[in-house]
């Protein structure tokens, strides 16, 4: 894998409903993650570009943070608990996922689809390869826009689940967007996700657009 630059590379990409797109960011670069039609979950992983097994963790950052959502200002943080990313702005006011893995292909047979059906695991798999990054070093990610209810039991007898479908999904409406500093040298990686089960991501996964400046 070649050295990449710690330099900053203005660009603006549009991923396309239901695949994948991998960047990098320099350390103290923005990046804005937008849906341009509502009401779809974009998957995000990253790594630290000179330690590939140094990856974003969201079971450390809920830990850290304390909580299941994300507020302004927050600090996300790796599997060796280093700062990665600052939140700097949200127009949902946290409706982000930090609990769910990424859809893959064992989840569409689960739900009994026969054919052949992309996945957020397919999606990032396939544009990390080239950075070296293989598909069993995915991490679970931050669902962006995703809303998942997170019920916790009361009593040995409150048997309440989580589910993809019914009030889960993203709340996200057209335009709506996260801002997002990068605070080291980072290779990322989003999934436009493509479960369209249930009513997820509106039954039909559409573009979103990556803003890195």
């Known amino acids: 894998m070649n050295k990449l630059e710690n330099v900053y590379i203005s660009q603006e990409a549009i991923v396309p409903g239901g695949f994948g797109g991998a960047f990098h960011a320099a350390a103290g670069q923005k990046v804005t993650i937008t849906d341009l039609k509502g009401k779809q979950v974009v998957d995000l992983v990253a790594f630290v570009s000179s330690n590939l097994r140094e990856h974003l963790s969201m079971s450390h950052t809920a830990f850290g943070l304390g909580r299941l959502y994300l507020q302004k200002g927050d600090l996300l943080v790796t599997n060796l608990q280093n700062p990665i990313i600052e939140v700097l702005n949200d127009t949902t006011n946290g409706f982000h996922d930090m609990t769910a893995h990424m859809c893959d292909p064992q989840l569409y047979k689960n739900y009994g689809v026969e054919t052949e059906h992309r996945s957020c695991r397919q999606n990032l798999s396939e544009v990390l390869k080239p950075y070296g990054i293989e598909n069993v070093m995915l ?63 509106g039954g039909e996964p559409t573009s979103i657009k990556i803003t890195l400046e």
């Open 139 to 201: 991490p679970d990610p931050l669902n962006i826009f995703q809303h998942t209810p997170n019920i916790f039991r009361t009593s040995p007898d409150d048997n309440r689940e989580v589910t993809l479908g019914g009030t889960s999904g993203s709340y996200s409406k057209a335009g709506d967007y996260i801002t997002i500093r990068f605070l080291t040298d980072t290779i990322f990686a989003v999934s436009s996700c493509p479960f369209d089960l249930e009513g997820f991501n």
